[in-house]
Structures are given as structure tokens and as C-alpha cells.
């Protein structure tokens, strides 16, 4: 059982930069891969970003190519979001997400393959 926790959402101007954060339990956190999905009122959850258990594979949504980087610590049981240049597009809960893997550099990108969730954080764009 893995246990995830979001934070770093807030207010933020477009343009700016928002950093969000994913703190899981277990000891074996290098064997999950994670993701990065978010939902905007109205609209289906969306993927965003994910990272696979080693942090050597990663992909990224064409939406947020080139804006956001996802990464991990593995010794801090954390996989991060960095989201620049925030476009009023942007503006969704954001929720990570954690599958065991047993291939240290498979990523996932599709909701249904995730086994466990965050509670989500709120992320809003300001114009």
C-alpha cells in the first residue's frame, strides 16, 4: 500500500512558475513509476506528465512539452512537478499517481494502469 500526498498548488500568474510535490510512504519507493495527471471542472483527467521508478524514463503530455519537468528523490520518497510558463490552459487539480513496476524504466501514461492516488492539489492561473 502506498499512501501519496500532494502540495505545492496555489495561485499564480500566467507566465509564472508553480512547483508541486508528491511525498509518498513505503521503502521501496524506486519501485514504483509515477505520474502526473490533472483535471479541470467539466473535463476528464488528463495526463500530464510521468516518471518511470529508476528517473531515467519520463514523458510529457504534447500540452506540456517543453513547460513542465518531472523528477524524483528517490532517497526523499518525492517526484516533483515543475511547471513554467503557466498558461491559463493550465489551470486543473493536479493528482500523482504510483504503479509498482518491476522494469526500472517503464513509464505509463494512461490513467487506468495506476494502482494508487493523491488527494489532488488546486492549481490556478491568474490572466
Known amino acids: 500500500q502506498v499512501q501519496l500526498v500532494e502540495s505545492g498548488g496555489g495561485l499564480v500568474q500566467a507566465g509564472g512558475s508553480l512547483r508541486l510535490s508528491c511525498a509518498a510512504s513505503?521503502?521501496?519507493?524506486?519501485?514504483?513509476?509515477m505520474g502526473w495527471f490533472r483535471q479541470a471542472p467539466g473535463t476528464e483527467r488528463e495526463f500530464v506528465a510521468a516518471?518511470?521508478?529508476?528517473?531515467?524514463?519520463?514523458d510529457y503530455a504534447d500540452s506540456v512539452k517543453g513547460r513542465f519537468t518531472i523528477s524524483r528523490d528517490n532517497a526523499k520518497n518525492t517526484v516533483y512537478l515543475q511547471m513554467n510558463s503557466l498558461k491559463p490552459e493550465d489551470p486543473a487539480v493536479y493528482y500523482c499517481?504510483?504503479?509498482?513496476?518491476?522494469?526500472?524504466?517503464?513509464?505509463?501514461?494512461?490513467?487506468?494502469?495506476?494502482?494508487?492516488w493523491g488527494q489532488g492539489t488546486q492549481v490556478t492561473v491568474s490572466s
Open positions: 513505503g521503502r521501496t519507493f524506486s519501485s514504483y513509476a
Open positions: 499517481a504510483a504503479r509498482a513496476t518491476y522494469y526500472g524504466g517503464s513509464v505509463y501514461v494512461r490513467d487506468t494502469e495506476y494502482d494508487y
Open positions: 516518471i518511470s521508478g529508476s528517473g531515467g524514463g519520463t
